[in-house]
């Protein structure tokens, strides 16, 4: 496999030179020519684990396929997916906590590049990726899925290399989808939303798509090749879409109606992609798109439950995107999302509250001095700083048996901030029936001066009197 030290000043100059010599094919002499060599073979940096380190551990390890594609042997040639049991348990719980609300969830499982594209695949790679274990494994977690009452539409055609040349469905050396790919996936969406009636109540609207100049990509991974070996592959382009509503009309006398699909997802359905405006074009109606850069595929779900438009009219359809690398069952995630759902302790009388200026280092903002009986599995925690920028919280909860659990949670750089973190206490077989002693934040030195933190202790909105009744007894 060859690439090219010195790829976008070429480039440019060779399709300017075409331009030029179609349009005043009688200057085509002066037209500059250029001979392009290749340089270079793989530098051995790629090779060594040492090199992975910081940002460059999400690509840990490069390697070359065919035609110029760049693959990570960690995520893109990933085998085992899916969950745990209990990772499943708490996925069930979220789907049936969403249904009492109304909301029918949908996950998009998208493919790793390494099963979607495995016939860019060098052949000794080839020989050590088990290509069928990893399809089977891949329709086993759609299937267990679909079992827990999901709608999931079948990716599968993503894999049997549907793309044409002129219209790849991913980049060569980018993780994302193309457009081509965000728009034949939003056309499998669709066909499984059609296939379960889940858009009849939804009001029709008509859109249409057009295309929007060229999308140019230097690629995440052709980025990462470049800081380890000094040198990278050329720019790769690909149209750009734009989907609008055909004949769009004005209330003059009111807002127009939210939209009754959300669409929750990561850096896949951002607008680069028109992954939404596609779903818009063929499902035949409007879409909020509350997708998030950079938040992993939890961050958009985290914020957009938390929103008060959720809160004031939940949707009919949550689309959920996500990529088959992430692990569903992240305990901190599910932690977070059901008692967000259920607006924290904000309609919940609070067992313990306290508010407090925070200073450098460790702050003490809640004690059970009261030794009241706030057993873990029971309770939640509703933190609010009266900064809205905070985007961390790190702290330590302790027992009254002496026992600990250190805290972090994080929101990513785009998301929108409002100060507040809500979680549950543990509820494993470790933690269950332990009684929460008191809650310590650790603030970094450069805290903006008079900073305060309302914290709040109350009970889970999924736990009967009846059951906490027995917990205490």
Same mark, same amino acid.
């Given at each position: 496999?060859?690439?090219?030290?010195? !790829?976008?000043?070429?480039?440019?100059?060779?399709?300017?030179?075409?331009?030029?010599?179609?349009?005043?094919?009688?200057?085509?002499?002066?037209?500059?020519?250029?001979?392009?060599?290749?340089?270079?073979?793989?530098?051995?940096?790629?090779? +060594?684990?040492?090199?992975?380190?910081?940002?460059?551990?999400?690509?840990?390890?490069?390697?070359?396929?065919?035609?110029?594609?760049?693959?990570?042997?960690?995520?893109?040639?990933?085998?085992?997916?899916?969950?745990?049991?209990?990772?499943?348990?708490?996925?069930?719980?979220?789907?049936?906590?969403?249904?009492?609300?109304?909301?029918?969830?949908?996950?998009?499982?998208?493919?790793?590049?390494?099963?979607?594209?495995?016939?860019?695949?060098?052949?000794?790679?080839?020989?050590?990726?088990?290509?069928?274990?990893?399809?089977?494994?891949?329709?086993?977690?759609?299937?267990?899925?679909?079992?827990?009452?999901?709608?999931?539409?079948?990716?599968?055609?993503?894999?049997?290399?549907?793309?044409?040349?002129?219209?790849?469905?991913?980049?060569?050396?980018?993780?994302?989808?193309?457009?081509?790919?965000?728009?034949?996936?939003?056309?499998? !969406?669709?066909?499984?939303?059609?296939?379960?009636?889940? *858009?009849?109540?939804?009001?029709?609207?008509?859109?249409?798509?057009?295309?929007?100049?060229?999308?140019?990509?230097?690629?995440? *991974?052709?980025?990462?090749?470049?800081?380890?070996?000094?040198?990278?592959?050329?720019?790769?382009?690909?149209?750009?879409?734009?989907?609008?509503?055909?004949?769009?009309?004005?209330?003059?006398?009111?807002?127009?109606?939210?939209?009754?699909?959300?669409?929750?997802?990561?850096?896949?359905?951002?607008?680069?992609?028109?992954?939404?405006?596609?779903?818009?074009?063929?499902?035949?109606?409007?879409?909020?798109?509350?997708?998030?850069?950079?938040?992993?595929?939890?961050?958009?779900?985290?914020?957009?439950?938390?929103?008060?438009?959720?809160?004031?009219?939940?949707?009919?359809?949550?689309?959920? +995107?996500?990529?088959?690398?992430?692990?569903?069952?992240?305990?901190?995630?599910?932690?977070?999302?059901?008692?967000?759902?259920?607006?924290?302790?904000?309609?919940?009388?609070?067992?313990?509250?306290?508010?407090?200026?925070?200073?450098?280092?460790?702050?003490?903002?809640? !004690?059970?001095?009261?030794?009241?009986?706030?057993?873990?599995?029971?309770?939640?925690?509703?933190?609010?700083?009266?900064?809205?920028?905070?985007?961390?919280?790190?702290?330590?909860?302790?027992?009254?048996?002496?026992?600990?659990?250190? *805290?972090?949670?994080?929101?990513?750089?785009?998301?929108?901030?409002?100060?507040?973190?809500?979680?549950? *206490?543990?509820?494993?077989?470790?933690?269950?029936?332990?009684?929460?002693?008191?809650?310590?934040?650790?603030?970094?030195?450069?805290?903006?001066?008079?900073?305060? !933190? +309302?914290?709040?202790?109350?009970?889970?909105?999924?736990?009967?009197?009846?059951?906490?009744?027995?917990?205490?007894?």
């Amino acid at each position: 496999m060859r690439w090219y030290s010195v !790829v976008k000043p070429i480039s440019f100059c060779l399709l300017l030179g075409l331009e030029f010599a179609l349009v005043r094919p009688a200057l085509a002499a002066e037209v500059p020519q250029y001979q392009i060599e290749p340089c270079c073979q793989i530098c051995p940096q790629i090779l +060594e684990d040492s090199t992975y380190k910081g940002d460059l551990s999400e690509v840990r390890k490069l390697f070359q396929g065919q035609d110029d594609w760049l693959f990570r042997s960690r995520v893109d040639l990933m085998i085992p997916m899916g969950t745990t049991p209990q990772g499943y348990a708490n996925l069930q719980q979220l789907r049936d906590t969403l249904k009492k609300k109304g909301v029918e969830l949908l996950i998009v499982y998208i493919p790793a590049r390494g099963i979607a594209n495995a016939r860019m695949l060098s052949s000794a790679e080839r020989q050590g990726f088990d290509y069928e274990l990893a399809k089977r494994n891949y329709l086993a977690v759609i299937e267990r899925m679909r079992s827990l009452g999901i709608l999931v539409p079948d990716l599968s055609p993503l894999l049997s290399g549907s793309g044409q040349e002129d219209k790849p469905l991913f980049f060569k050396r980018d993780h994302h989808w193309t457009p081509y790919g965000a728009e034949f996936t939003a056309r499998l !969406v669709v066909e499984e939303m059609r296939k379960y009636g889940a *858009l009849k109540s939804i009001p029709r609207k008509e859109f249409i798509t057009h295309s929007a100049g060229l999308m140019n990509k230097v690629g995440s *991974l052709n980025t990462a090749f470049q800081k380890i070996c000094g040198y990278r592959y050329a720019n790769q382009f690909v149209p750009r879409f734009i989907t609008e509503q055909k004949d769009e009309s004005t209330d003059l006398f009111g807002e127009a109606d939210a939209p009754e699909v959300v669409l929750a997802g990561t850096s896949f359905s951002t607008q680069q992609y028109n992954f939404d405006g596609f779903l818009k074009q063929y499902a035949n109606v409007d879409v909020d798109n509350r997708s998030l850069s950079g938040g992993g595929f939890q961050g958009a779900m985290l914020q957009y439950l938390d929103s008060q438009d959720f809160r004031d009219k939940p949707p009919k359809i949550l689309i959920w +995107e996500i990529t088959s690398y992430h692990d569903l069952g992240l305990p901190l995630f599910y932690r977070q999302v059901m008692p967000i759902i259920a607006d924290g302790c904000r309609s919940t009388p609070a067992a313990i509250s306290h508010k407090v200026v925070l200073q450098p280092g460790k702050n003490e903002v809640l !004690v059970n001095s009261d030794v009241k009986s706030i057993r873990s599995d029971n309770y939640i925690a509703d933190i609010q700083f009266s900064n809205a920028d905070v985007k961390e919280l790190h702290g330590v909860l302790w027992y009254m048996n002496g026992t600990k659990e250190t *805290l972090s949670i994080s929101r990513g750089r785009a998301a929108e901030a409002d100060g507040r973190f809500v979680f549950r *206490l543990r509820d494993d077989p470790e933690f269950a029936e332990q009684t929460l002693l008191s809650l310590e934040i650790d603030m970094p030195a450069d805290l903006p001066s008079g900073l305060e !933190v +309302e914290a709040k202790v109350c009970q889970r909105a999924d736990k009967s009197n009846a059951q906490l009744q027995a917990a205490t007894d």
